[in-house]
């Protein structure tokens, strides 16, 4: 496997306090992933002596009073990616420093039926290195731009409704949530599809897998690939997607019964206690390149038809392996939100769903083995009625940071999230809200040659969601258009949502604080309109089209600058027919400056 970040260092270091030696690779700089490779058992993926579940490898890094208790993997012949390996002696942890400067650590590496999941470090027959200590240097990062390295891991923020990286920037996502098995792609190892069929209101399975062919240009040389030229699609599709101003995928890691029937981080699709470790490496490759393109990983770990496969739905050992293994092998990545399943729970349509003390059950554990604490958000139902149903047994419960919300009704999505925000302030624990499917099932983003204009979803889905207060936006193509939910291939097919969306991010970051910002759609008399205020500092206003009066109610006798913002071609803030207003109660704004039937975003800002 090539791995081309630049200033790749390699340290081997032999420790004087075990008879080991152990290999650090990666970049020694804060933010980056390090490597920590031990010498241990020779197994493989099928061995009697299971090595997902038979041992296990934890390493505790520690600079004052951080601690980071980093589950290891099994990683066969440390090369798997390349060589498709199955067996081999080369076990691994990833470390993501967030602080530069000393960090000292300490390996615990045993083995013993079934000791994975234990919280008990002396159980089991020690292994060569257990208790090795080692001390590395971090420097600063030196990446700028993008690349998630620059800002570091991003987690929720203070206020608990948006993301934040840890150097304090906040960050507002945009992205595809189509294709769901994204990760179906033809080139990775072990990759297949099974129990295909056709199913009435659904995408059809039965199409091969993933090849992004339409991508294959947009690979540069110098991009990752693994066995020589395998990956070019799948990184092709993410410079372009990158390319457009994107910064957010979702996919699904485990579809076994689902719809695509085609994405399993196991070595088969029935088999739920051993991984395969080549796939996985090759999916690392993929992520790695995510990170530097500025691409969040949204990392769906099941999905409605498989809720209960593992443990009956419960959080029992093959769910907690399942997690363990993720999170040790993608855990370290700064971008990285889990979602802990699609349209999560019972529904008429899946009636045996996962309970609402189940879905509790795999939040905590999730947040209780995840050193870094990534958010965690589920995946809604669509209906009005079944959130209604289900969330409010999942409101207060503090390791589930948000929801991955999916409404079917365009004109439900700013109401559905000011109402569900205010539940989740009223019951203590804030909720971060993203809009990430959009219905109906059938259609979600239409391709360009259908709906150029895609007017409804930027209007009542973009805007209004993020007038709302979302965290974000994704956008699910639907079943029964070309390049849907299970068989996109090209993603220009939606070229001008991802304009669109792009706009609407430029807008927020330029221009607002919007994580300091609160409703105020009360102060405009348009239905349809949409209002943020900072105080009486400042207001966005977003009016839709067909708009007549572009009026606003002045909270104070103050005067404000009027600028006007186009939605639809993005751009410079222009100046309308009116370039101030001033004093108490209602305000007549004017009029944009052109195209006065269309949509408009103002921007008011006091004067001093």
């Known amino acids: 496997m090539r791995y081309l ?17 152990y290999e650090i690779t990666g970049v020694l700089r804060q933010h980056h992933k390090l490597t920590l490779t031990f010498d241990g058992p020779e197994l493989s993926e099928t061995s009697e002596e299971n090595p997902f579940r038979d041992v296990q490898l934890r390493v505790n890094f520690e600079q004052g009073d951080q601690v980071f208790e980093v589950p290891g993997y099994y990683a066969a012949d440390g090369n798997a990616g390349e060589t498709s390996a199955t067996g081999g002696n080369k076990w691994r942890v ?17 083995k013993g039926e079934n000791i994975a999941l234990s919280a008990n470090l002396t159980e089991g027959e020690a292994l060569d290195g257990n208790l090795t200590h080692g001390r590395i240097i971090v420097e600063a990062s030196d990446k700028k731009g993008r690349d998630f390295r620059a800002k570091g891991r991003i987690t929720i923020s203070e206020n608990g409704r948006f993301f934040q990286h840890l150097n304090g920037d906040y960050f507002l996502k945009g992205g595809a949530d189509s294709p769901e098995n994204f990760l179906a792609y033809h080139e990775f190892d072990g990759t297949y599809r099974h129990l295909a069929e056709a199913r009435e209101g659904e995408a059809d399975p039965t199409e091969s897998l993933h090849r992004y062919e339409p991508h294959l240009d947009d690979w540069q040389e110098g991009d990752p690939s693994w066995q020589g030229d395998k990956g070019k699609g799948i990184i092709g599709a993410l410079n372009y997607l990158a390319g457009q101003g994107m910064n957010s995928v979702y996919f699904l890691v485990m579809n076994i019964g689902g719809d695509g029937k085609d994405v399993w981080p196991y070595i088969d699709h029935e088999t739920f206690d051993r991984f395969d470790c080549s796939k996985l490496d090759q999916w690392e490759l993929v992520f790695e ?8 990983m949204h990392l769906v770990t099941q999905e409605t038809e498989n809720e209960r496969l593992l443990d009956g739905g419960d959080t ?21 939100v889990w979602n802990l399943g699609e349209e999560n729970g019972p529904a008429s349509f899946s009636p045996d769903g996962q309970t609402s003390g189940q879905q509790r059950a795999m939040a905590t554990n999730l947040k209780a083995q995840d050193p870094y604490d990534h958010p965690v958000v589920i995946h809604t139902h669509s209906w009005r009625g079944q959130k209604d149903e289900g969330l409010p047994a999942l409101l207060g419960h503090e ?10 009704r365009r004109s439900d ?21 993203a809009m990430d499917e959009i219905g109906m099932w059938y259609e979600g983003v239409k391709p360009d040659a259908i709906d150029p204009g895609h007017d409804s979803l930027r209007q009542e889905v973009l805007w209004g969601s993020l007038m709302a207060g979302a965290a974000g936006v994704e956008w699910y193509f639907g079943a029964n258009y070309a390049h849907n939910d299970l068989t996109m291939e090209d993603w220009r097919s939606r070229a001008n949502i991802w304009t669109q969306t792009r706009h609407a991010l430029d807008f927020f970051n330029q221009y607002l604080s919007y994580w300091e910002m609160k409703n105020c759609d009360d102060l405009l008399p348009t239905e349809g309109a949409y209002g943020l205020a900072k105080d009486t500092e400042t207001y966005a206003l977003f009016f839709p089209k067909g708009t007549t009066i572009w009026r606003f109610r002045s909270e104070k006798d103050l005067t404000y600058q009027v600028q006007w913002y186009n939605p639809r071609k993005g751009g410079d803030l222009r100046v309308g027919r009116v370039p101030e207003v001033t004093g108490q109660g209602w305000q007549d704004l004017g009029g944009p ?7 408009w975003v103002i921007l008011l800002s006091q004067k001093q």
Request: net charge negative.
């Open 5 to 21: 970040s630049p200033l790749l260092l390699i340290l081997l270091i032999t420790a004087c306090t075990a008879p080991t030696k």
């Open 94 to 110: 990833h470390f993501n420093p967030p602080t530069a400067g000393a960090w000292t650590f300490t390996a615990f590496f045993r």
């Open 289 to 296: 390149y995510m990170e530097e393109l500025g691409l969040m």
């Open 316 to 336: 029992g050992p093959q769910r907690q392996l399942f997690y363990r293994e993720l999170i040790a092998r993608f855990g370290h990545h700064n971008a990285l």
């Open 399 to 408: 390791p589930l940071d948000g929801l991955s919300f999916q409404v079917d």
């Open 413 to 433: 999505v700013h109401s559905e999230i000011l109402k569900w925000s205010a539940k989740a302030q009223e019951s203590g624990h804030p909720w971060l809200i």
């Open 593 to 599: 400056p052109e195209a006065v039937t269309e949509d």
